[in-house]
């Protein structure tokens, strides 16, 4: 008899899942080997949450959206919830990250924060190429390159249509970004997300909603990856929380630059897990159970 409920909630119709449906079928079976049931429920339950012990959002992730006022229920009503809804609010903020990057002094490529009033110093500040980056861009979304002054006015002011910040950055092009996964406060997994060959991303993006191109996930274990980049992940993840959080890394030479810090990261069978294999899953589910423990301890008392 299952001592426990997890939810985990899922999109079936998302093109470009947190999770593919045989990592969900891991987690699932991870959980159930350590007393947990599982339920997928999509957003349709979210009146049905109170009848679990915890949620596990694998799910794109903003704070306009479904997923975030799951977090906040969940976490209300004293659900263990990862990832929580101060994790989501703060990772979504790519001017927020930018920020407190630069206030603990962390390595990131050159950073301006963008306004109606500054626009003019982009190029002499970035030089060019540069990047523009959406606050809530995610999965190579609402980013942009800029490769010439003439194109840039157009860029800028549709982004600050959107929002009264952007961000922009100087172009650091790397064949691939490290990508460390970090749980709990401690590095679960490590991968290189390589560029699609050609061009400038890990993922290209077509004209339509299911037309894109993944570039290669290249996994390593944790010893295999350089110790600075685990170190300064851990770092940049311990300035959001104790939450699910995937922190982007790219290395010029011997120079490392934090990109993102981002919640929900992808757990996908046959990328994120080549190392750890199904470890990785019970990994993640340890964590549910002995939180969900501490809590029952907690509200016993």
Known sequence: MPRYNLAILHNPDNPEPASNASALQKFEKAAQSLGIHVEFITKADYGRLTEFDALFIRDTTFVNHYTYRFSRRAAAEGLVVIDDPDSILKCNNKVYLAEILARHRLPAPKTLLVHRDNVNQIVPTLGLPCVLKQP??????????????EELPAKVNGLLDKSELIVAQEYLPTEFDWRVGILDRRPLFVAKYHMVPGHWQIIRHGDQKHDFVEGKTEALSVGEAPDRVVKIALKAANLIGDGFYGVDIKQIGKRLYVIEINDNPNVDAGNEDSVLKDALYREV???FLKRIEARKRGASR
């Open 136 to 149: 809530d861009s995610s999965f190579s979304l609402g980013v942009a390159k800029i490769e010439t002054a």
């Open 285 to 287: 589910m340890g964590v």
